[in-house]
């Protein structure tokens, strides 16, 4: 059975069929070539950043923090000049460099803490030491 030997309505029906599936294949090859900006990539790396300087990461883990701040500015560079996949890994980095940023600050404060209980329990042995010498 060729086009020819069908009726009109049934060849018309043929073409909108192909016609919707040729429109349908362009639709999703415009969308695969157009990659959606990384948004939320972004918006996940400002906050991480915001959090570390909010608890004051430069004081104790400046180097990971300018880092992130880095990637970030990238990210948003190649954001626009429309290099999606690119910003969304540099906005990701970015995240993850201001989360490490933000760890490596919370163990050096909980280090000092550390350190000044140990001083502290030091300072009250000597002492105790001292007050059990005297009674003697």
Not at 24 to 48: V, W
Request: glycine share 2%.
């Amino acid at each position: 059975n060729t086009l020819h030997n069908q009726p009109a309505a049934a060849q018309s029906h043929s073409f909108w069929r192909v016609a919707g599936l040729s429109v349908a294949l362009l639709l999703i090859s415009a969308c695969a070539a157009t990659p959606i900006a990384p948004t939320a990539e972004l918006q996940a790396a400002e906050s991480a950043i915001k959090a570390a300087e909010q608890a004051r990461v430069a004081d104790y883990a400046s180097p990971d923090l300018a880092e992130a701040r880095n990637k970030l500015n990238a990210a948003n560079a190649s954001l626009q000049l429309k290099e999606m996949d690119m910003a969304r890994r540099l906005a990701e980095q970015a995240r993850v460099d201001a989360d490490l940023a933000l760890a490596r600050s919370q163990a050096t404060k909980a280090k000092v803490v550390n350190d000044e209980m140990l001083k502290g329990t030091q300072s009250l042995k000597q002492e105790m030491q001292r007050t059990t010498g005297e009674q003697q």
